[in-house]
């Protein structure tokens, strides 16, 4: 009896965990609030990074974008793929 409660105890333990692993990497985007981030940003840090974009530096862009709102790297990731699909003067797109 001890030896199918140890099994259980590591295979549902480990089950559970890996079901909770699982669920918390499918957070859905939002891409309104990368909108809404964008286009706070000045126009002059858009276009720098819509420029780093274009130049094929999108992992500098993605640095550029975190340095100038702070954010974290999901976030500066999300604004940085806006940027690339909308207009860079105005954030919009």
Do not use: N
């Amino acid at each position: 009896m001890d030896g199918v409660l140890y099994a259980f105890a590591i295979f549902g333990a480990g089950f559970g965990f890996g079901v909770w692993w699982t669920k918390r990497g499918q957070v859905p985007a939002d891409p309104e609030a990368a909108a809404r981030a964008a286009a706070q940003m000045r126009t002059e840090d858009r276009l720098h990074v819509s420029t780093l974009i274009k130049e094929g530096r999108k992992i500098d862009a993605i640095r550029e974008v975190r340095s100038r709102t702070r954010c974290g790297l999901k976030e500066a990731k999300e604004i940085a793929d806006h940027l690339e699909a909308s207009d860079p003067a105005t954030g919009i797109g």
